[in-house]
């Protein structure tokens, strides 16, 4: 027991002694340090000056015993550290550079290096045109004796790398890669100018530019690498590595020399790789709306660079990816692929050179909520690309859009029986001349497609019928459906389609026959040409695109817009160059029938010119008044008028964007007749009672009425007609303008004479037959008009110089719409034929 306690007290003695002993030697070393730091710092750097070859500036330098103990750290702030090329640049800009030494070598004037952190730095490394870098700084000593017995070495186990950005600019190469990381350790061995490099950590490659291409952009990898790099024969030995980037791990092994040449040759395998792994790899643009998309099953991804980097040549480089019974879905969406394959490889002799560039995308199979598929995709020379592909399969159009939605379109139901297949020079399609040159063939069945579509849910209900592809033309076979609230049938062609779909500012042709039920007009347009808004002015939009080519027969069994009602709608529509002309449509409505013929020049974006003939037949009078909203005036009302009129009408106009009348550009010369008309209680006639002692002149009703109407300058022109009622027979001429001036002359038979009658003794005359006549005229506006005898001076020229007015006006219209009737005769039938020219 007494040896046991005396075994104890000497080993709690020993333990105090040793503890002692390392205390004293701690502050004995702390001591020293204190005391010869500036003695360390001062050979240290004398030191490594030695190896430099350019200017190092260094905002603070400090000993510290306690950052890395044991090691002994010499710690560097704000360095700066100047490159090799001419000129002020930075190599190397760090807040903290910090070295650690085994303090008993550095008490004997040895400085080995094992450990090196660099905290907050960038690095720029570069290769001008002529092949010479910037980061060549240390000095080249050629006497091997002198170089070994330096009293500054390295044998780095631990370098740590923290918030640290290196940027790698090759001008030779045209390189240009950027890599940051928050933290990387390494070791580094060093053996004859041959450095073993091992490092773990987090690296984000922000940009990899290699010629025109941008490779890996924003893409952070975990890391384990080993690397070999011998600065004697300048080349860089990857040893298996992994980069591990989401759930997915790859392998890279590989080589890089540049020596005499940038030669490299790097492989990288993916294990467990998943779909939404490939695409992060990819550029955004062109996966920014596939990235949550996801899979299970086997996928596999494998690259290879490999060549001379340089600036007249680029390395080689191919990526072989696939999977086989893969299911891929999205996880917000029910719709899934199942039992998906796929083959693909993209493969370039130059990485930089589009033009070699080949991709392939074979054995594409799946099914889509039960539904089969198989395809195939190529594509060549991605410059001036040549496509080979072929889809075959019935796919419902509901699982193709719950798969991968379009905000525009909701609602989806029907499917599509399609067996496709295209193959040709893309560039070929932008001339007609060598269109046909691509080959698209085969058949799409439309089987009861239904969808909402735009914020205003416009549906598109039971599409269906067959569409045949023939080269660069589409064929349409009883492609029906309802647009909304209208209805249709199409047969007919779409010429240069492909090309059109394809590419921007291409013309189309469309020969084509429609059926319909009905159309409603008002619909169509706001869907066409934008939505009605409460500002008339911005009703709509209207315009006729210069690539549309359409000759167009119609027969539309009633239509609608505004007020109008039309049925047995016949004609057609030819459409080119901006213009439209219909030379014989007839259709039925407000009790008879009409028809018309016609051109509209929509060339100018501000103002459409339009050139027409309306032949009415039988049209009820009040019901024209009714449909054109009563002229935008409340002087003669649909409700003061009844009777049917038989008309000729010649007009030119010229129209806003909203369809809206420019009304000064109104020229029309109006021949008409009016069978069993009426004229009901209208206000100006009721005042006449004064002047015609007949209470009958609140209901007139009158035989056939003719005249030749004539509107021009916003005047309507109304030479003298005769108009017998059930009350009188009446002479009425004058004038009414678009603003509501009126100025109307009245010839009425004098019945008796009074007392009363005295004061219009100048206004009474004789029409030669023996029946005295009272001139009145009717003047001011339609809100403020008075009704007044007229003098003979004044009847007599006033009737005189209207009828010359009239008939000049008129002559000139004939003579101008001759014209332009005959430049409508003269194109009629060449005017609308399918160029071989498109522009290129």
């Not at 525009?408 to 040709?424: M, T």
């Not at 347009?525 to 002015?537: R, T, Y």
């Not at 005047?715 to 005769?722: A, D, G, L, V």
């Amino acid at each position: 027991m007494s040896n046991h306690f005396l075994s104890l007290k000497t080993f709690k003695k020993i333990l105090f002694y040793a503890g002692l002993t390392l205390a004293v030697l701690f502050v004995s070393l702390s001591i020293s340090v204190f005391l010869f730091k500036d003695k360390i710092i001062n050979q240290f750097v004398q030191e490594v000056n030695k190896s430099l070859n350019t200017p190092v500036t260094i905002g603070k330098m400090d000993v510290s015993w306690f950052e890395k103990f044991p090691q002994l750290s010499i710690v560097f702030t704000d360095v700066y550290v100047e490159d090799s090329q001419p000129g002020k640049y930075p190599l190397l800009t760090a807040n903290t550079i910090s070295f650690q030494l085994n303090p008993i070598e550095v008490w004997k004037g040895k400085y080995t290096i094992r450990g090196l952190q660099i905290r907050d730095s960038e690095t720029s490394l570069k290769i001008d045109a002529h092949g010479n870098n910037n980061y060549t700084i240390l000095k080249e000593n050629k006497d091997k004796k002198q170089a070994s017995s330096g009293t500054v070495s390295f044998e780095l186990k631990n370098v740590s790398l923290q918030n640290t950005r290196v940027h790698y600019i090759n001008i030779a190469a045209t390189e240009d890669l950027m890599f940051t990381s928050e933290n990387l350790v390494a070791s580094i061995g060093t053996t004859n100018d041959v450095y073993n490099i091992n490092a773990e950590g987090q690296l984000t490659s922000e940009r990899i530019n290699i010629g025109t291409g941008t490779y890996l952009a924003n893409k952070s990898f975990m890391i384990e690498t080993d690397l070999v790099y011998n600065d004697r024969e300048r080349n860089i030995l990857i040893n298996p590595s992994t980069l591990k980037l989401r759930q997915s791990s790859f392998t890279v092994h590989g080589t890089y020399n540049w020596k005499n040449e940038n030669l490299i040759d790097l492989v990288t395998e993916g294990e467990n790789t998943d779909i939404q792994t490939i695409f992060s790899l990819l550029p955004e643009s062109a996966t920014k709306n596939l990235t949550k998309y996801q899979s299970k099953g086997d996928v596999y991804f494998k690259t290879k660079l490999k060549g001379e980097i340089s600036k007249r040549r680029n390395p080689l480089f191919s990526i072989d990816f696939g999977f086989k019974d893969a299911t891929i879905f999205h996880p917000e969406f029910k719709t899934r692929i199942e039992g998906a394959s796929l083959e693909g490889s993209f493969a370039s002799s130059e990485i930089s050179d589009p033009r070699q560039a080949t991709l392939v995308l074979k054995n594409i199979k799946g099914s889509l909520n039960g539904e089969s598929f198989a395809a195939n995709f190529i594509l060549q020379n991605f410059s001036d690309p040549e496509v080979m592909c072929d889809f075959k399969g019935r796919v419902d159009a509901a699982s193709v859009f719950d798969f991968y939605p379009v905000p525009e379109i909701r609602n989806v139901s029907g499917s599509l029986l399609a067996d496709v297949s295209f193959e040709g020079r893309i560039g070929l399609l932008k001339k007609r001349a060598t269109a046909q040159r691509v080959s698209t063939q085969g058949t799409v069945e439309l089987q009861n497609i239904s969808l909402l579509y735009g914020d205003d849910k416009v549906p598109l209900q039971n599409l269906k019928g067959s569409l045949q592809f023939s080269n660069n033309d589409l064929a349409l076979s009883n492609v029906a459906g309802e647009l909304g609230n209208s209805d249709f049938m199409l047969n007919g062609f779409f010429k240069n389609i492909i090309t059109f779909l394809l590419f921007e500012d291409q013309p189309i042709g469309i020969e084509t026959d429609l059926k319909s039920e009905f159309i409603d007009l008002n619909q169509l347009l706001a869907i066409g040409f934008g939505k009605p808004s409460a500002n008339k002015e911005q009703e709509y939009n209207f315009s006729i695109s210069r690539n549309i080519n359409l000759n167009f027969n119609c027969d539309v069994k009633a239509l609608q817009y505004k007020r109008f009602h039309g049925s047995d709608l016949k004609g057609d529509l030819l459409v080119k160059n901006e213009m439209a002309v219909s030379r014989n449509i007839t259709l039925k409505s407000m009790g008879g029938d009409l028809k018309c013929s016609g051109i509209v020049d929509a060339k100018n974006r501000k103002a459409i010119d339009v050139v027409s003939t309306i032949r009415l037949n039988g049209i009820y009078v009040d019901s024209i008044f009714y449909v054109f909203e009563n002229f935008q005036q409340d002087f003669i009302q649909d409700k003061h008028l009844k009777g049917q009129a038989h008309a000729d009408v010649n007009m030119e106009m010229v129209l806003k964007p909203n369809l809206r009348l420019f009304p000064e550009t109104l020229i029309a010369d109006i021949g008409v007749v009016i069978k069993k008309g009426e004229l009901n209680n209208f206000e100006p006639m009721q005042k006449l009672k004064r002047y015609i002692k007949d209470d009958g002149l609140s209901r007139l009703r009158f035989s056939d009425l003719k005249n030749e109407i004539h509107i021009e300058n916003k005047t309507i022109y109304i030479p003298q007609m005769e108009v017998r009622t059930n009350v009188t027979s009446l002479k009425v001429s004058g004038t009414h303008t678009f603003d509501q001036h009126i100025d109307y002359r009245i010839i009425t038979p004098l019945r008796q004479r009074g007392a009363a009658d005295l004061e219009a003794k100048d206004a009474i005359g004789d029409d030669g037959s023996g029946q005295s006549k009272l001139y009145l005229k009717i003047t001011g506006t339609t809100d403020d008009y008075r009704i007044q005898y007229d003098t003979e001076a004044v009847k007599k020229k006033i009737v005189n110089d209207l009828k010359n007015e009239v008939k000049e006006l008129r002559e000139a219209f004939k003579n101008k719409g001759t014209q332009k009737k005959k430049e409508v005769e003269l194109e009629k039938d060449e005017y609308f034929e399918w160029d071989a020219e498109q522009p290129q």
